[in-house]
């Protein structure tokens, strides 16, 4: 129990709507942009990821406490402010890591007739959410005691993990002087995917007149789920064993799923753009290595009723526990199956609208003149993104406020200012630096809180080295 | 130009990831988390009828009624180290003209006493039964002793009985565990 509660303070405590990569979203055309918006508009005639290092991507936060809430060094004992942090923290808080990694990347133009920019590539994802069981936690720290006649509610409980690999490949197309579109077709392997995220139901411990003990204890309405899928078949295992078995799933060798992103970029005229996508609109159909364990049933708790029956010599005891634990599993059965079921991804959804101007990156002058239909980049622009993420409990929304400013070829630097519904003081910064068409990324978030990262809600950290031929 | 462009960016960089930290934490304070909660549980109850202290068949009296029932989860090294403290609360109604004295023995599963209370309970009647409380505290080093048994014992005695008597013999109870769970 112990355990529980601090794994869970301790892994929520630091970051917040984690995935949101805006900083990396319509900025310098990167592999990763395009992974966020497949319609982004593409210069590049080619491009090619570093292995392992073309993109790496992690964020870790909590929408309501940081470790300093917790672990600040003054002197206020720690379970007092665990205490406080338990009654602050709503069921509607959550804690969230996600971290990729891209494996392969690159892409190329088609020209022929109908030029079109195709990329592809691998990349791992370890995506986690859980949502603060507050209930749970009240019951766990302080117990019933306190809280008769409340009822601990089992939807409180809702937390999923994924850890899957991608396979992608995409199209990019300028449809027409103003329009840009583009597909991603996504293939999924899962390694490994636990989740709860539908229970309903609840406990409570009640006084009422007429009751034949002192308390009732009820369970009503109960139906909680967990489903697991890749776990069993690594019961057991040696690490070496553990490790090759995750590796053979990597490569296609786990559960499957589709999905596809979809975007978009429209050019109104030479400076204003209005751009968005929808990113992992698909599912993973867990099929095999699942197991899966429900709990159904209401029940209600009066302790143990004592007879007193005239045995005879001989006769054993009534026994009271064994058929009080018999009509428990009677009446709340927990079945296990190994069925198949279907979880839909994490669907995103970015937009954004974005206006260039300054002048044209290269220029030294005012001229304008060499501006003749083809798009050329200014050197500053500003905009408003929009993020937001279906997640177990409803849409996790973001908005931003940005600048990008071009250094030449040779650098941009992009600042973003996010608010979200647990933050509203989240500065990032990335910059891009270009060497003969070497790129290098760097981006980070929550930078006021950067000199300690114990008060941060949310960190995020995006690095990675590609190859683009201009 | 360029030479300068790339000596802000690693700087910027370095500065990025070096000057982050964590300031002002001690997470050393994790060992000193204790976790204490305090659970009410209902525990056993019984509507003794004054029947049941009469042999109608053999016109005797019966002077003691026993029932035994399991409780498995008092026993097992688990328990035994959280809990610290525990509140018995016992609640009679009587409404039968009779005292009585109503014992607890928690056995072990050798049938051995490790722990063992008893109370009276005043008498009533029909038209006003009469309500007795007996509330036993035990502490960590009784609790050791509770935690060894698998069982209770409950023992109702009843000084004299007769055919006639009647009413009812009514418990309800209840526990408060008091757990403490450290590293």
């Known amino acids: ?470 | 130009m360029e030479i300068k462009i790339y000596k802000l960016f690693f700087l910027l960089t370095y500065i990025l990831l070096c000057g982050s930290c964590f300031e002002g934490t001690d997470f050393d304070q994790a060992n000193d988390v204790v976790v204490t909660p305090e659970i009410e549980l209902d525990l056993i109850y019984f509507n003794l009828e004054a029947s049941k202290f009469y042999d109608y068949a053999n016109n005797t009296e019966i002077l003691v009624v026993q029932d035994t029932t399991d409780l498995d989860f008092l026993g097992g090294s688990d328990i035994n180290d959280i809990l610290k403290r525990a509140d018995f609360f016992f609640e009679f109604t009587n409404s039968i003209s009779r005292e009585f004295n109503v014992s607890f023995d928690f056995l072990n599963e050798q049938n051995t006493s490790k722990y063992f209370m008893q109370t009276t309970v005043a008498s009533g009647s029909e038209d006003t039964p009469v309500v007795s409380y007996f509330v036993q505290s035990l502490d960590e080093v009784q609790i050791k002793e509770l935690t060894k048994a698998k069982k209770v014992l409950v023992t109702v005695t009843i000084p004299s009985s007769s055919q006639d008597l009647t009413g009812v013999l009514n418990l309800q109870s209840k526990t408060t565990y008091y757990l403490q769970i450290e590293q």
């Open chain 1, 1 to 470: 129990m112990k355990k529980f509660l601090i794994i869970y303070l301790l892994l929520g405590l630091s970051v917040v709507v984690c995935q949101n990569k805006q900083l990396l979203y319509n900025w310098e055309v990167t592999p990763q942009t395009l992974l966020l918006n497949p319609g982004s508009l593409v210069t590049s005639q080619f491009h090619a990821g570093v292995p392992l290092a073309s993109g790496f991507h992690f964020n870790v936060g909590s929408s309501g406490v940081s470790v300093f809430d917790v672990f600040a060094d003054d002197g206020v004992a720690i379970n007092t402010k665990i205490t406080t942090t338990i009654s602050r923290l709503t069921s509607r808080d959550f804690f969230t890591v996600n971290q990729q990694l891209d494996v392969l990347t690159f892409g190329w133009l088609s020209k022929g007739f109908e030029p079109m920019y195709f990329s592809g590539g691998i990349y791992q994802e370890l995506d986690a959410i859980a949502y603060f069981p507050k209930d749970f936690a009240i019951l766990a720290w302080e117990g019933n005691r306190d809280y008769i006649g409340k009822a601990y509610d089992f939807n409180d409980i809702s937390a999923r993990l994924d850890l899957l690999t991608v396979y992608h490949f995409g199209v990019n197309k300028q449809v027409s002087k103003k329009l840009t579109a583009g597909v991603r077709l996504k293939l999924y392997s899962s390694l490994i995917s636990v989740s709860s995220t539908r229970n309903k139901g609840a406990f409570k411990t009640t006084v009422r007149e007429g009751s034949a003990n002192i308390y009732e204890h009820t369970v009503t309405d109960l139906d909680v789920e967990v489903n697991t899928s890749g776990f069993i078949s690594l019961d057991g295992l040696e690490q070496s064993q553990v490790s090759k078995k995750l590796l053979g799933r990597a490569l296609l060798g786990g559960n499957l799923g589709l999905g596809i992103d979809a975007g978009i970029t429209y050019q109104f005229d030479n400076e204003l753009s209005l751009t968005a996508s929808v990113l992992d609109l698909g599912a993973i159909f867990h099929t095999k290595d699942t197991e899966r364990y429900r709990a159904k049933g209401d029940y209600t708790l009066e302790g143990i009723a004592l007879v007193f029956p005239e045995l005879v010599n001989g006769e054993p005891a009534i026994p009271y526990y064994d058929n009080l634990e018999d009509d428990i599993a009677r009446e709340i059965p927990v079945d296990t199956l190994n069925t198949g079921y279907t979880q839909l991804r994490p669907t995103k959804i970015n937009a954004g609208l974005h206006y260039d101007f300054g002048r044209f990156v290269g220029d030294n002058g005012g001229c304008n003149c060499k501006n003749n239909g083809t798009k050329k980049k200014r050197v500053s622009q500003a905009g408003v993104q929009y993020y937001s993420i279906f997640r177990p409990r409803g849409l996790q929304l973001a908005g931003t406020l940005y600048y990008t400013r071009r250094f030449g070829n040779t650098l941009s630097i992009k600042t973003t200012y996010t608010i979200d519904s647990y933050s509203a003081k989240n500065i990032g910064a990335g910059m891009f630096l270009n060497i003969a068409g070497v790129n290098l990324f760097l981006a980070a978030d929550n930078l006021l809180q950067m000199s300690n990262l114990a008060k941060a809600n949310s960190v995020s950290l995006q690095v990675g080295l590609n190859y683009i031929l201009n």
